[in-house]
Nanobody
Framework: QVQLVESGGGLVQAGGSLRLSCAAS?????????????MAWYRQAPGKEREFLAR???????NYADSVKGRFTISRDNAKNTVDLQMNSLEPEDTAVYYC????????????????WGQGTQVTVSA
């Protein structure tokens, strides 16, 4: 019902910066709107579990993982249904596939909470 498309990944040197973007669009049978209560970024490095990075709600309140606090900044545009992740002071340990996701409900917003994931974008940080 919701399609998420990430962009902005690539190869950077340690200490560099990248800005990831995620655009969301809804494709449903009823065309009822989706709430997009939360939008978030995760990552998964080879051999490791998927790791939470940052989350932002409709009121723009944010939460960050300790590993990225002070270096990464999440933001969103409610009108455009986009969420960005500004990544500064990147380190080789940040190398991973980065995923965008959203959580919310379909109008009238009384049904089950739904979770959607993007396909991911590769971020590689060289030493």
């Amino acid at each position: 019902q919701v399609q998420l498309v990430e962009s902005g990944g690539g190869l950077v040197q340690a200490g560099g910066s990248l800005r990831l973007s995620c655009a969301a669009s809804e494709v449903t049978v009823s065309s009822n709107p989706f709430s997009f209560n939360f939008m978030a970024w995760y990552r998964q490095a080879p051999g490791k579990e998927r790791e939470f990075l940052a989350r932002i709600n409709m009121g723009h309140s944010t939460n960050y993982a300790d590993s990225v606090k002070g270096r990464f900044t999440i933001s969103r545009d409610n009108a455009k249904n986009t969420v960005d992740l500004q990544m500064n002071s990147l380190e080789p340990e940040d190398t991973a596939v980065y995923y965008c996701n959203t959580e919310g409900r379909v109008w009238p917003y009384t049904g089950p909470l739904r979770i959607y994931w993007g396909q991911g974008t590769q971020v590689t940080v060289s030493a």
